[in-house]
Every structure is written in structure tokens, then in C-alpha cells.
């Protein structure tokens, strides 16, 4: 056996998991790319670590449930971990010191089960334990990767910053305005096609499975876990109360105006504008690590609060939001036609019948950007800072930053950002039997050996 050989088989590789299709992907993604590692999986889903433990036969360790310890050590908290924990703090809705004592404690628990000079894996980084998993690795100068799902078919992700706004993909687009002025439209041309070829990918024999983790996990999460969000009582009484009061909290807590003091101003103009509103999950990570808005109704509000009665709004849900919120939604949107009729929900669209795509970060507003629709941000996302997207600042209204979007904007320099991300994607696949699933073998092999490559294994 060679010298390298036996310095592969010593070097360890650490992975936090919290849902099995990320369990699922990983398995098959060392396999692969890391055969003659030891592999260490950490979870806090019981139901998971009891199907790597005992089906999978894999090394895994059980992330503490509760946290009782209290923290000694060094507090100091950078802004992004204090964004992360905000999340768990608003969702969860548990007092922020809570949080902050939950991480550090976590991040303590993982330096003490892990070796140094190692590799770690987790998905996103964007939560709690993701990233207290990743600050861990950090500390003990472990190599790290993050993943994430880029939305374009049989591509993944994996960033060694993180994902969204903190993945290292920006720096790299920015590279890529400076050394490659001589970089080609046709890479648009070439990320179309990509977006056309997606399609809905059925998990296949995964299905049952996660139906079935994902049940006992919500239990889990019933008995052990704290906070309102998973307190039984809570979501009972939750779930029978009438829309109306439901409305009446969100007012209460900022997130909606009250619908009968709404004052959509006259426009000064008389022509219209069309502006399209992808809602995003209401409590995802996205939304409140990556905007200033406390949830979906909080951004709903405020684009209320920048429109005239020319200005038509109209509002997409999300297709994995969960049914409550979009009732709950429906609900207030409809309140909010009666009075103004140009605000509305919409379930189908075409981007060519719209002056603009309003959205806080999503991908969406990359699929509109490609059809050559505006786009105004209203969060940071990889593609926020960039002059090819408008980001919302100090505007009077949409209207306002409308008629001035092309003082401000440079269509060409997308072609950077389709060059880039494309350059930057894996081609494997996240949502199949197989990671190779749907991929020519040239380019699955080549990916396999470019992440070996940047792991230097």
C-alpha cells in the first residue's frame, strides 16, 4: 500500500445531517469521492440516527436534544452567527439568550468529538447546529464544505464559505468580471437551456421512506422539542383559531397593517405598472438570516406601503409552503382586494406581462432575469450586489425605482454570473436513487475528481 494511500484511510470525514435526503446524498457522495475515508455522521433527528446506526451500519453520534449546560467560555459572536441565531429565536420563538447558550455549548460539543486536519460536511450551515457544526470545524482547521441545491437540474453546490449571500461564489463572479472581459453572452444561452430542461424531480423510491422520517422526526421534535413552534397546545389552539385572529397577531406583533386603516396613495401618473410577487417559505432560514422582513406577511406589508393605486401587485405562493400559512395568506390577501382590487394572489404567469419581479432572495428572480424581465431585490442573495438586479434602497416607491432602473443597471455583466455559476456547479444528482443518476458519466467522473482535487485526496 502506498505511503498516500495509508495517509487517505487515517484522514477522517465528519457530516452533520438533519433530514434523509441529505443523509441519502452524502452516503452515496463519499462513496464515491471518498472511498477509503472513515466517515462520521452527527444528527439530532433520532429517527435518523436510529436508520444510519442500525439499517445503514454507519458511525453515527446523537446531537443533545436539550441543552441544560450553561456556556463559560469566550461569547463573542460574529454578525453572521447572530443572524443565524435570530432565525432560531423568531421561529422557534424562544428568548435569543437561549439560542446564543444552545450553539455555543453545541459548537463545544463538536470540537470535542472531532480531530483536527479532518473533512466536514454539512447542508447549508444556515441553522443552529449546521453552523455551529461549521464554526467547530473551523476551529480545529478542518477542511468544510456546504451544500446546497442550486435549482437547475442534477447540480449541486458546495461552497467552503457557505451558501447564499456567504458562499464564496460572489468573490468568484467578481474574479470573473476582472479576468474574463472577453467572456461570451452564450453562457446566458447555455443557463436558459439548463432552466428549460428542469423539470419536477420525483424522489423515487425515496418517497416512502422520507414520508416516514420525516413523521417520526415530528414527533420528536412534539416531545423534545422547546419552544412555542412544537408545543403541542400551542399548535392545537393554533390550528382551531379563526383566520381573523390570526390576522389580529400579526398586526399585533408588526408583521401586517390593520386592513381597515390601509391607505394605498393616488398615483400621480395614470399609467400602470405590473409587478409579479414570489412569496418565499414564511420561517425559512433565507428570509430572516438574509432580509430584514420577520416573514412573509412583514414583506407583503411593506411592498404595501411602496405602491400606488396603479401599481398592480401580484402575489405567487410558494408551492412548499405549508397549507396554513397560504390559507392563512389567502386570507388576508383577499381582505386587502377588497378594498384595493390591485393587489391580488395569482397561480399562473407569464414574466413577458410584467414591468418587474419583486422577491427578498430567491432564485426566482434568476429564472426572471433570464426570460430578460426586471428584477428588484429586497434581501441580500448571490446575485444582490451585482448591477444586474436592482436592490431596493433609498427609493420613495416601486414606481420610483422603476424609472430609474436603467440608470442603475448593466445587462451584460449577467453573462458573468452565468459563466461563473456554471463553472462553480457539481453535476450531481441531489433527488435521485443514484447520484449519478441522469448525468453522463464524463461529467459525474469529472466532478467526483474535482472535489477530490480540492480536498486534496
Known sequence: MSENSELAEKTNVYCYVKHYTHSHFFDQLFTQALPNHSTTYFTDNLSLFIFIRYFKKRN????????????????????????????????????FSVVENKFLVLKEWFVNRMNNDSICFCWSGNNTESHAFGQASKELNNKIRFGEITNYPHTVYLDKNGTNYYSGLVNEIHKSIKLNDNT????ISELKKLKQSQKHIPQASLKNKIKLFITLYGIQQYIFGSGKRFNM???LLNKYKPYSSKLKELIDNGEFVDINELKIPTSKVHHSIKVLVPLQVNHDTQLHVFSHFKSSFDYIQYLLSIIDDHTELHIKLHPAENK???????????RVNRKYNNVKLIKTFSFANYDCV?????????????????????GQSLYSDFDFVLLYKNYTSIRDALAQYENHINPDSFKYFAYTIQSEFYNFNYFGDSISKGISAELFNSSIRRLQKELQV
Not at 461570451?184 to 453562457?187: I, M, Y
Not at 396554513?324 to 383577499?334: F, G, M, S
Not at 419583486?358 to 429586497?378: E, H, P, Q, R, Y
Open 324 to 334: 396554513e400559512i397560504n390559507k392563512l395568506t389567502e386570507y388576508i390577501i383577499d
Open 184 to 187: 461570451s453572452a452564450s453562457w
Open 358 to 378: 419583486a422577491t427578498m432572495n430567491s432564485t426566482f428572480g434568476i429564472d426572471a432575469l433570464l426570460a430578460d424581465c426586471k428584477v428588484i431585490t429586497f
Open 60 to 95: 453515527v453520534k446523537l446531537i443533545p436534544f436539550i441543552v441544560y449546560a450553561k456556556f463559560s467560555g469566550n461569547t463573542n459572536l460574529s454578525q453572521k452567527t447572530i443572524s443565524i441565531l435570530r432565525w432560531e429565536s423568531t421561529y422557534m420563538k424562544k428568548p
Open 233 to 235: 397546545m400551542h399548535m
